[in-house]
T-cell receptor
């Protein structure tokens, strides 16, 4: 069965430090992968997506993610975190042909001033 | 700007009193979704419409219904809300086809008293 795992429930980093949020997926074919961010009390906003081509994907707000097929991973990175990045981050995979996404359980990011 | 709008942002309803949440979109997307999100959890898909075709998730309680009178609007009806139905309800839209990603509304926070 298709699944998405985000191993880290909470992550705390200092402002200006680098960030990596982990995402592992289980999927039989080439996956369509997404990262979303959710600020408190808000809906989800698409940060970036991967479905083919260059395995390093650039997104909004200075985020990037790298697709590694050998590791079944799609980790999200940012070189220098800003206090406004504090939010919950969800990784998702599209279930082929169903128009439905499978979400990970999310990683809550806290940024220390 | 093209967007997904959910009304109201906050809804308080009484135990057992029917309630309707609304979602409208100006993106002309043909797929619309309703998700339920409880605190610190991943969004859980309740159902989605592909054009006028309704697709219910197998584990969505009968208490939850949906209507889509036209492309732009979609409603979530909870016939007899229980305390366990208190959650954030998220509407999302997508173009048909894979890899486009969802556009989410800001959500409606439902409180049941």
């Amino acid at each position: 069965a298709q699944s998405v795992t985000q191993p880290d429930i909470h992550i705390t980093v200092s402002e200006g430090a680098s960030l990596e949020l982990r995402c592992n997926y289980s999927y039989g074919a080439t996956p369509y992968l997404f990262w979303y961010v959710q600020s408190p009390g808000q809906g989800l906003q698409l940060l970036l997506k991967y479905f083919s081509g260059d395995t390093l994907v650039q997104g909004i707000k200075g985020f990037e993610a790298e697709f590694k097929r050998s590791q079944s991973s799609f980790n999200l990175r940012k070189p220098s975190v800003h206090w406004s990045d504090a939010a919950e981050y969800f990784c998702a995979v599209e279930s082929s042909g169903t128009y439905k996404y499978i979400f990970g359980t999310g990683t809550r990011l806290k940024v220390l001033a | 700007d093209a967007m997904v709008i959910q009304n109201p942002r906050y809804q308080v309803t009484q135990f057992g009193k029917p309630v309707t949440l609304s979602c409208s979109q100006t993106l002309n997307h043909n797929v619309m979704y309703w998700y339920q999100q409880k605190s610190s959890q991943a969004p859980k898909l309740l159902f989605h419409y592909y054009d006028k075709d309704f697709n219910n998730e197998a584990d969505t309680p009968d208490n939850f219904q949906s209507r889509r009178p036209n492309t732009s609007f979609c409603f979530l009806d909870i016939r007899s809300p229980g305390l366990g139905d208190a959650a954030m309800y998220l509407c999302a839209t997508s173009r048909a086809g894979t890899g486009y990603g969802y556009t989410f509304g800001s959500g409606t926070r439902l409180t049941v008293v």
